[in-house]
C-alpha cells in the first residue's frame, strides 16, 4: 500500500500534465482576438500549491498565510502585513483601526474629517463616510491624476486627523510633501497602494517602495491586479499598536492577538481584567473593537506564495509595455494627452490612462466604443468622480457628510474624458501593437 508521500507525488505529477495540457498559455495573438485589460499570469506552480493546500485541509489562516505575509512584508521592507480577504477589506481595516480609542488624542472620531480625492475607486472613501467621519475633497492634476498638493493647506481645518489616498493606477502621489504636510499637523497618512505594488518614490534622499511611508498601506490581489489570489488585500504597517489594531478589527474585534491555532502568547490569558468582565475571563474572547471577519483563507495564500516569486519580473513588464505605448503614441498626442510620471517616482503601472483633449474633434465615448468594438478591453478611470453617483444622493441633497475644497474640474473632466487600456504581463509586443494601430486609426481617419 503506498504511503502519503508517494501519492502526493503523484497526484503533484498529474496536476503539472493538467497545467500543460488545459492551462499552459500556448495561444498565438492574431489580430482581432480580443485584449483584456488585465488578468491572470500564472503558471504550474500556482496550481500545485492551490492542490497542496487543499490536501492539507487546514482550510483557514495557516502556515501559507504566515509565508504570504512574511514575503510581501521582506519585499516591502515593512514589519507588519496584514492578510485580508479583499482589497477593499483592507481599506476598511486600515481606516477603522485609526477610529480606535485606543490612539488617545489621535482616534478618528465621528465628525473628524479625511482628506481624500473624488476621483478614486469607492472603497478608499466608503470607509470614511461609513463610520461618520467626513471625506474632504481636492481635485487631481491630470496628467499625473493624483491629488493636486496646492490644495492641502486650504483643506486642512482642526478636524482633520488623516489623509486617505491611492496611487493613481501605479503613478505615486506626492509623498515627499504629503508625508511633510502630515507630520507638520499630525495627521494619519493611509497609502492606498492597491494598483501600485512594485512601484517606487525618491523620499528622503532615498528610493522607497510605495505602501512604506504611509503610517498604514493597502494591498489588493484582485485577479487584475500586480499579484492575485483570487480574492484577497493586505493591510502594512512599521507600526506595532497599529498592526495589533488593524488585526483586531479584522479577526471579530477581540483584544487576544495569537495566531491562528496557537493559545496564550501573552501568557496572561486567564490573569487580566477587561472592561466589566470577571478577572482572568479568557483571553481569547475579550473584544476591545466592534469588528468583522475579514481573513483569508491558506488556500487562497498558497496561489499567492507562488505569485510573490514571480512579482519582480510582473512589475518589470508592466513598466515595458507602458514605456512601449508611450514611445509609439507621442505621435498623436496632439488629440490625446499622455500620461506622464510623478516627479520623482518609478511607478509600477497598473494601466495606461489617457484623456481626450478638448476640441479633438471626438469624444471620450465614441473612442472607447471604437476600441472596444476591436476587442481592445478598457476601462474608466473607477469612479470619474465619486461625488456623481447615486450613493451620494442623499449627501448632496442634504449638503451634509462632506466636503469640497475649491472646485472639481479636471476630476469631472476625467469622468467625460479619461480611460485608460491595459499594460499587464499577459501583454506581448503584437497585442501592444494592435492596440496601437487601432487608436491611430481611429485618431487619423477623423
Same mark, same amino acid.
Given at each position: 500500500?503506498?504511503?502519503?508521500?508517494?501519492?502526493?507525488?503523484?497526484?503533484?505529477?498529474?496536476?503539472?500534465?493538467?497545467?500543460?495540457?488545459?492551462?499552459?498559455?500556448?495561444?498565438?495573438?492574431?489580430?482581432?482576438?480580443?485584449?483584456?485589460?488585465?488578468?491572470?499570469?500564472?503558471?504550474?506552480?500556482?496550481?500545485?500549491?492551490?492542490?497542496?493546500?487543499?490536501?492539507?485541509?487546514?482550510?483557514?489562516?495557516?502556515?501559507?498565510?504566515?509565508?504570504?505575509?512574511?514575503?510581501?512584508?521582506?519585499?516591502?521592507? &515593512?514589519?507588519?502585513?496584514?492578510?485580508?480577504?479583499? +482589497?477593499?477589506?483592507?481599506?476598511?481595516?486600515?481606516?477603522?483601526?485609526?477610529?480606535?480609542?485606543?490612539?488617545?488624542?489621535?482616534?478618528?472620531?465621528?465628525?473628524?474629517? &479625511?482628506? !481624500?480625492?473624488?476621483?478614486?475607486?469607492?472603497?478608499?472613501?466608503?470607509?470614511?463616510?461609513?463610520?461618520?467621519?467626513?471625506?474632504?475633497?481636492?481635485?487631481?492634476?491630470?496628467?499625473?491624476?493624483?491629488?493636486?498638493?496646492?490644495?492641502?493647506?486650504?483643506?486642512?481645518?482642526?478636524?482633520?486627523?488623516?489623509?486617505?489616498?491611492?496611487?493613481?493606477?501605479?503613478?505615486?502621489?506626492?509623498?515627499?510633501?504629503?508625508?511633510?504636510?502630515?507630520?507638520?499637523?499630525?495627521?494619519?497618512?493611509?497609502?492606498?497602494?492597491?494598483?501600485?505594488?512594485?512601484?517606487?518614490?525618491?523620499?528622503?534622499?532615498?528610493?522607497?517602495?510605495? +505602501?512604506?511611508?504611509?503610517?498604514?498601506?493597502?494591498?489588493?490581489?484582485?485577479?487584475?491586479?500586480?499579484?492575485?489570489?483570487?480574492?484577497?488585500?493586505?493591510?502594512?504597517?512599521?507600526?506595532?499598536?497599529?498592526?495589533?489594531?488593524?488585526?483586531?478589527?479584522?479577526?471579530?474585534?477581540?483584544?487576544?492577538?495569537?495566531?491562528?491555532?496557537?493559545?496564550?502568547?501573552?501568557?496572561?490569558?486567564?490573569?487580566?481584567?477587561? +472592561?466589566?468582565?470577571?478577572?482572568?475571563?479568557?483571553?481569547?474572547? &475579550?473584544?476591545?473593537?466592534?469588528?468583522?471577519?475579514?481573513?483569508?483563507?491558506?488556500?487562497?495564500?498558497?496561489?499567492?506564495? !507562488?505569485?510573490?516569486?514571480?512579482?519582480?519580473?510582473?512589475?518589470?513588464?508592466?513598466?515595458?509595455?507602458?514605456?512601449?505605448?508611450?514611445?509609439?503614441?507621442?505621435?498623436?498626442?496632439?488629440?490625446?494627452?499622455?500620461?506622464?510620471?510623478?516627479?520623482?517616482?518609478?511607478?509600477?503601472?497598473?494601466?495606461?490612462?489617457?484623456?481626450?483633449?478638448?476640441?479633438? +474633434?471626438?469624444?471620450?465615448?465614441?473612442?472607447?466604443?471604437?476600441?472596444?468594438?476591436?476587442?481592445?478591453?478598457?476601462?474608466?478611470?473607477?469612479?470619474?468622480?465619486?461625488?456623481?453617483?447615486?450613493?451620494?444622493?442623499?449627501?448632496?441633497?442634504?449638503?451634509?457628510?462632506?466636503?469640497?475644497?475649491?472646485? @472639481?474640474?479636471?476630476?469631472?473632466?476625467?469622468?467625460?474624458?479619461?480611460?485608460?487600456?491595459?499594460?499587464?504581463?499577459?501583454?506581448?509586443?503584437?497585442? @501592444?501593437?494592435?492596440?496601437?494601430?487601432?487608436?491611430?486609426?481611429?485618431?487619423?481617419?477623423?
Amino acid at each position: 500500500m503506498r504511503n502519503e508521500k508517494e501519492i502526493k507525488l503523484q497526484i503533484q505529477e498529474l496536476v503539472k500534465e493538467y497545467y500543460k495540457t488545459f492551462h499552459a498559455q500556448t495561444h498565438v495573438f492574431h489580430e482581432g482576438d480580443k485584449i483584456n485589460y488585465s488578468g491572470r499570469v500564472y503558471d504550474e506552480q500556482e496550481l500545485l500549491n492551490l492542490v497542496d493546500a487543499a490536501l492539507e485541509f487546514w482550510l483557514t489562516s495557516g502556515h501559507y498565510v504566515q509565508e504570504f505575509e512574511k514575503g510581501l512584508s521582506d519585499f516591502l521592507n &515593512v514589519r507588519h502585513c496584514s492578510l485580508v480577504n479583499s +482589497g477593499s477589506s483592507a481599506n476598511l481595516c486600515a481606516f477603522m483601526a485609526l477610529t480606535s480609542p485606543q490612539l488617545k488624542e489621535r482616534q478618528i472620531k465621528k465628525g473628524d474629517e &479625511v482628506i !481624500a480625492v473624488a476621483a478614486a475607486f469607492p472603497t478608499t472613501v466608503a470607509p470614511i463616510i461609513q463610520y461618520g467621519a467626513v471625506p474632504v475633497f481636492i481635485d487631481v492634476t491630470i496628467p499625473e491624476y493624483n491629488i493636486d498638493i496646492s490644495k492641502l493647506e486650504q483643506a486642512w481645518s482642526e478636524k482633520t486627523k488623516a489623509v486617505f489616498l491611492a496611487h493613481t493606477l501605479g503613478n505615486p502621489f506626492d509623498l515627499q510633501y504629503i508625508r511633510d504636510f502630515c507630520d507638520k499637523y499630525q495627521l494619519w497618512l493611509i497609502e492606498d497602494n492597491c494598483d501600485a505594488l512594485g512601484s517606487k518614490y525618491y523620499y528622503n534622499g532615498e528610493w522607497h517602495m510605495t +505602501g512604506t511611508i504611509g503610517d498604514l498601506s493597502t494591498y489588493s490581489f484582485y485577479p487584475p491586479h500586480h499579484i492575485t489570489l483570487g480574492e484577497g488585500g493586505a493591510v502594512c504597517t512599521n507600526n506595532t499598536q497599529l498592526y495589533r489594531l488593524v488585526n483586531s478589527f479584522r479577526d471579530w474585534g477581540r483584544d487576544c492577538w495569537c495566531a491562528s491555532g496557537v493559545d496564550d502568547t501573552c501568557k496572561h490569558r486567564y490573569t487580566q481584567q477587561f +472592561g466589566e468582565l470577571p478577572y482572568g475571563y479568557d483571553h481569547k474572547y &475579550v473584544y476591545s473593537h466592534f469588528g468583522y471577519n475579514l481573513k483569508s483563507t491558506d488556500m487562497q495564500a498558497s496561489v499567492g506564495c !507562488a505569485q510573490l516569486k514571480k512579482l519582480p519580473g510582473f512589475v518589470m513588464a508592466r513598466k515595458e509595455n507602458w514605456a512601449y505605448l508611450k514611445e509609439r503614441l507621442k505621435d498623436v498626442s496632439d488629440h490625446i494627452i499622455l500620461p506622464e510620471a510623478v516627479k520623482n517616482s518609478d511607478p509600477s503601472w497598473f494601466g495606461f490612462l489617457m484623456t481626450v483633449k478638448e476640441n479633438a +474633434g471626438f469624444t471620450r465615448d465614441d473612442f472607447v466604443q471604437f476600441l472596444e468594438e476591436r476587442n481592445i478591453q478598457t476601462r474608466l478611470l473607477f469612479s470619474g468622480n465619486y461625488i456623481k453617483h447615486p450613493c451620494f444622493d442623499e449627501l448632496r441633497s442634504s449638503g451634509t457628510g462632506y466636503r469640497v475644497v475649491g472646485g @472639481l474640474e479636471n476630476t469631472d473632466r476625467i469622468m467625460r474624458d479619461s480611460f485608460w487600456i491595459g499594460v499587464y504581463p499577459g501583454m506581448n509586443k503584437a497585442k @501592444l501593437d494592435y492596440m496601437i494601430a487601432a487608436i491611430k486609426e481611429f485618431i487619423n481617419n477623423l
